[in-house]
């Protein structure tokens, strides 16, 4: 079974969940009236427009430990969906990105609904509101997960997982926000361990183990299948960065250069000032980190990374960590089906084109 096919399944079950946990919230979140219901509707959409990669993933190693999806697995991908929903809305704020997934941004949806309804600074109305938007994401995601049937042993395994990660999430952010505006040049180490805490771990590690916990998976493996979701993540992330340089913005549902105009230290901009010289270097300084930077500034980071071979140079750094996490596949202690997607994962992570 490819992971596609597994993906549309769960994905099923999880939007079905979020649905249902949704409108069981309603109740309680419009009592402060006002804003309850249009926050619930926002995050709904929102997040039932995601890939749910990490509530699939879940599911994924709740199957692959005990061989059936529990109600718990279920939930706790809920709770993964919507803790990703609140990263990704404050994410947004901080890279000025106007466009997610397709459609205004949560902060921009707020900032467009105060213009409309003639309301003052409506950019700072967006802002507040979509921080508070993506803090109540983060707590309904945390009493997703402290609702969870089954075992109250393997629940609060994963609820102190959970807890403990995402702090690891945010300093990640930290590191990642002061590598983008500081002058110090990261080694490509660097930039991975960016990348490993700030994404991979969470999106990929932190899924399967929690479902492999829940599922009643040996406790020995769980190092194994940790290592193996850090390297699916890293592959994941750079992929991401080189779809954000060289995608198609309706295919993606995100601007393109936004890494570039924000300064991000991604793996491109260290592999370009590295082998850039000349005018060249001069202007690529003059474009990383101006976020005013033109379209025709992004088509020459673009071509330069071309001419220079820096795309190819990231390309192998994928690859390599794609055969390192080919060879993990093969070696955990799980049935044939579930390498075979653990497999497609990869395979889809180091081809995809959104």
């Avoid at 409506?122 to 995601?141: D, K, V």
């Avoid at 009493?143 to 995402?166: D, H, I, N, R, Y």
Wanted: glycine share 12%; hydrophobic share 40%; aromatic share 6%.
């Amino acid at each position: 079974m490819t992971f596609d096919r597994y993906s549309r399944k769960t994905k099923d079950r999880l939007r079905d969940d979020l649905d249902r946990f949704l409108s069981g919230k309603k109740k309680d979140v419009t009592r402060p009236r006002a804003w309850g219901g249009d926050v619930l509707r926002r995050l709904g959409t929102f997040t039932r427009k995601g890939k749910m990669i990490r509530g699939g993933l879940v599911s994924l190693g709740c199957e692959m430990a005990g061989g059936k999806i529990s109600p718990a697995a279920v939930r706790a991908g809920t709770a993964f969906e919507l803790i990703q929903s609140g990263l990704l809305i404050h994410d947004d704020i901080m890279d000025r990105d106007a466009r997610r997934r397709g459609a205004p941004s949560i902060h921009e949806q707020y900032a467009l609904l105060a213009k409309s309804s003639g309301g003052s600074d409506a950019a700072h109305f967006g802002t507040s509101m979509a921080i508070c938007a993506g803090e109540i994401a983060i707590f309904l995601a945390f009493e997703a997960l402290a609702g969870l049937p089954g075992p109250a042993k393997s629940a609060a395994a994963v609820q102190k997982l959970f807890a403990a990660e995402f702090g690891l999430v945010g300093l990640g952010q930290m590191r990642d926000i002061e590598a983008g505006t500081s002058r110090h040049v990261l080694s490509e180490r660097d930039v991975l361990d960016i990348y490993r805490y700030k994404t991979a771990r969470y999106s990929f590690s932190l899924p399967l183990a929690a479902g492999w916990i829940l599922g009643g998976g040996r406790d020995s493996d769980l190092p194994s299948l940790q290592r193996l979701g850090e390297d699916l993540g890293l592959v994941f992330q750079i992929k991401d960065d080189e779809l954000g340089l060289f995608g198609n913005a309706r295919t993606i549902g995100k601007p393109v250069g936004s890494d570039v105009r924000q300064g991000k230290k991604t793996l491109f901009s260290l592999r370009l000032l590295d082998k850039a010289a000349g005018p060249e270097r001069d202007r690529l300084e003059a474009v990383f980190g101006r976020p005013d930077a033109s379209d025709a500034d992004i088509c020459f980071v673009r071509d330069l990374a071309e001419r220079l071979g820096v795309r190819e140079d990231v390309q192998r750094v994928m690859a390599r960590l794609g055969r390192r996490a080919a060879a993990e596949v093969r070696a955990l202690r799980i049935g044939e089906k579930h390498r075979e997607i653990l497999q497609s994962l990869l395979d889809y992570s180091l081809s995809r084109r959104s």
